[in-house]
């Protein structure tokens, strides 16, 4: 066996796997190479999340296999956690399972390359400080060279009744826009076209910053550096999306039109009882004016059914308002319990039988609106940003609309990581098909390249 190799096993959202990208940059800084199971791996670290129900004993389960593998090949094996539920246990992991050597939170991801000849002399650490700053970018191992998550911010000062993260990520810190902006020129110089900038509310980035750049003059400096032409961002929270920002949107066309802004329900009541800070009400208008703003822009979001005290009455208005709104997508989940949340002191928690029968109305509804909404772009023109082979059909690439929509169709395996113009040709609920028209940018053949005002029918140059 190999000294000195990792795995990393990585659960959850994009911060997880831009989390993981840095803990892989260190761990090869040190001198480790990284490979691609725990069979081999001399130490395998778990980036967890702990977002569902059950996520701990997950972990735990987890935990036990890889002893086992450990016992199977004969070789000593050091195990790392990291992520949300190391943050959340903390030094309960190293208590209940001695096969653990190591404990670290995604705010202490910057001192892993400290921590390592600590580790590999055989201490058991563990570091969940959740008050490090995220300041200076890491070494990143980026999976692909022409796209990458580069976070802007960590940590949420939002308490919303459901949600771990601002007991797992921490208070909010947003990184310095020079030390952001540098990253992003480093990264189109080495060939990327698309940047996605994460943070759990990017929407209050530069707050507590004394340069007083918010997201809009983030956007604005990101969308300047030459060579990068999408840039992505998540999440926006409805509170924080302001006129300044929506007219920054409309204005820079690099900018994907592509807003992902959760909901989460459409009771005011329920709401409320949340925590969210806003209301149906308010969360419509921003979408009316974010639709006047940039008519083709596809909007997203998430939705929690079954919250505690979520009555009938409630859910018919989530529906209502899933409908009213026609989102491309929804992500919905079932409420539950998440240890150090507000939620489990509230009174009305339902039954699991109530939650996945409104979730399965959900999904069904909003399946039915995507499909709808996927079909009326069939006949279009639309850049696609290739991905490589799909991996369902070898016979054919898969790439992205700026919407995120996942786009099939027939083309050259180097065309990874290059825009194509494709005709959008048929479309399920999950996918569009489409075929190459070739590699000119549907925008510069129509002359509107430079961003000006115009006229677009659901986002296509038809
Ligand atoms: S805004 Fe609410 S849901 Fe989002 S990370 Fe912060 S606390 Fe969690």
Redesign the pocket.
């Known amino acids: 066996m190999n000294q000195r190799t990792f795995h990393i096993r990585t659960y959850g959202c994009q911060m997880n796997e831009s989390d993981s990208e840095r803990i892989a940059g260190t761990l090869i800084d040190r001198g480790y190479s990284m490979v691609s199971t725990p069979d081999d791996a001399e130490l395998v670290v778990l980036n967890t999340c702990s977002i569902r129900d059950g996520a701990e004993n997950k972990v735990y389960s987890d935990l036990g296999r890889l002893r086992m593998l450990e016992a199977e090949r004969g070789q000593p094996m050091k195990i790392a956690v990291a992520g949300c539920v190391a943050q959340q246990e903390g030094a309960r992991i190293l208590a209940r399972d001695r096969g653990v050597n190591l404990v670290f939170g995604s705010r202490a991801i910057s001192q892993l390359g400290d921590m390592l000849p600590r580790l590999e002399a055989g201490e058991r650490l563990v570091e969940v400080d959740i008050h490090t700053r995220p300041d200076a970018p890491d070494s990143h191992v980026r999976p692909d060279p022409w796209r990458a998550f580069v976070t802007v911010m960590e940590g ?1 000062d ?3 009744a459901f ?1 771990v ?2 007991a797992t990520r921490g208070p909010e810190v947003s990184r310095a826009p020079e030390g952001i902006v540098d990253e992003v020129e480093q990264l189109a110089a080495a060939g990327c076209v698309e940047v996605t900038l994460l943070g ?2 990017v929407t209050s980035y530069g707050r507590g910053l004394s340069c007083g750049t918010d997201f809009a003059g983030l956007l604005e400096r990101i969308h300047a550096v030459p060579g990068i032409r999408r840039i992505r961002y998540t999440t926006s ?1 409805p509170k924080d999306f302001s006129e300044r920002l929506m007219d920054t949107l409309a204005r820079l066309p690099k900018v994907a039109r592509h807003l992902h802004l959760p909901l989460q329900s459409g009771s005011n009541r329920v709401l409320e009882r949340m925590g969210r800070g806003y209301t149906v009400a308010e969360y419509m208008r921003r979408i009316e004016r974010i639709r006047a703003l940039i008519p083709d822009i596809a909007v997203t979001t998430d939705m929690i059914v079954g919250f505690p005290g979520e009555t009938g009455a409630d859910f018919e208005q989530t529906l209502d308002a899933v409908r009213d709104i026609g989102y491309l997508n929804l992500y919905g989940f079932k409420y539950s319990r998440r240890p150090n949340t507000a939620a489990l002191a509230l009174d009305g928690h339902l039954d699991d039988e109530v939650r996945s029968a409104r979730l399965e109305k959900l999904l069904t509804l909003q399946k039915a609106i995507t499909l709808a909404r996927h079909q009326s772009l069939v006949g279009s023109l639309r850049e696609v940003l290739v991905e490589g082979v799909s991996r369902r059909n070898a016979e054919r690439l898969s790439g992205r609309l700026e919407e995120n929509l996942l786009v099939h169709f027939s083309g050259d395996p180097d065309w990874q990581g290059t825009f194509r113009t494709v005709r959008i040709t048929s479309a399920t609920s999950s996918a569009l098909l489409g075929e190459d028209l070739g590699e000119e940018d549907p925008l510069e053949t129509a002359g509107l390249a430079d961003g000006k005002t115009f006229e677009l029918t659901r986002g296509a140059v038809r």
Do not use: A, G, R
């Open positions: 949420c939002n308490h919303c949600c993260v601002p759990q509310n929270h």
